[in-house]
């Protein structure tokens, strides 16, 4: 089975602090995906990596980074958190380049007080 | 650009009740087509998918037919159970390269015994 594992289920940040966030899957996909989730938004896709240090931004990349240091880890980074960051984060990865599947992690509920 | 429209929820239904969720799509070529799953406090998992038109995907009971001349891709099911209270995310995959998804806003069903 697909395994795609989020550090952390629930979160708590303060404004204007880095938070990280990891995802590793196990599964040697070459595709990486990080969304989040907002009720009446449905995904927005946030970045996604197609190789290891390669990166695409996604629909609503301002105030985010990431990085894809080794095939297997995809790390979201806030780099000054802020309240309107307050959301559910996902995390995906796919082995193929067109028209497979997408595994999800779990998600970090991630709150910026 | 590429989007896709899902009927508002919650839709709420009876115990072996038929269910409809409506979705539409925008989009340029030949998306592969899908719908995923969202059970309470987990992240998203692959329902059911269909890669060109006319094919209908199914899986647990669940049906949805790819209808390129209606742009639509309807999730049905015959006799819904309290398990399948769940939310719904109609999603299509059109960014030719990296297997991106679009994403509709997501249906609440809610099944009463």
């Known amino acids: 089975d697909v395994k795609v594992t989020q550090s952390s289920r629930y979160l708590v940040k303060r404004t204007g602090e880095k938070v990280f966030l990891e995802c590793v899957q196990d599964m040697d996909h070459e595709n990486m995906f990080w969304y989040r989730q907002d009720p009446g938004l449905g995904l927005r896709l946030i970045y996604f990596?197609?190789?290891?240090?390669?990166?695409e931004k996604g629909d609503i990349p301002e105030g985010y980074s990431v990085s894809r240091e080794k095939k297997e880890r995809f790390s979201l980074i806030l780099e000054s958190a802020s309240t309107n960051q307050t959301s559910m984060y996902l995390c995906a990865s796919i082995a193929e380049r067109e028209g497979g599947e997408q595994y999800f992690g779990p998600g970090t509920r991630l709150t910026v007080t | 650009g590429d989007s896709v429209t899902q009927m508002e929820g919650p839709v709420t239904l009876s115990e072996e009740a038929f269910l409809t969720i409506n979705c539409t799509y925008t989009?340029?070529?030949?998306?592969?087509l899908f719908w995923y799953v969202q059970y309470p406090g987990e992240g998203l998992q692959l329902l059911l998918k269909?890669?060109?038109?006319?094919d209908k995907g199914s899986n647990k009971g669940f049906e949805a037919t790819y209808r390129k001349e209606t742009t639509s891709f309807h999730l049905e099911k015959g006799s819904v159970q309290v398990s399948d209270s769940a939310v719904y995310f109609c999603?299509?995959?059109?960014?030719?390269?990296?297997?991106?998804?679009?994403f509709g806003k997501g249906t609440m069903l809610l099944v009463s015994p």
């Open positions: 989009a340029t070529g030949y998306p592969s």
């Open positions: 269909a890669t060109k038109a006319d």
């Open positions: 990596s197609y190789d290891v240090k390669m990166k």
């Open positions: 999603a299509l995959s059109g960014r030719s390269g990296y297997s991106t998804l679009t």
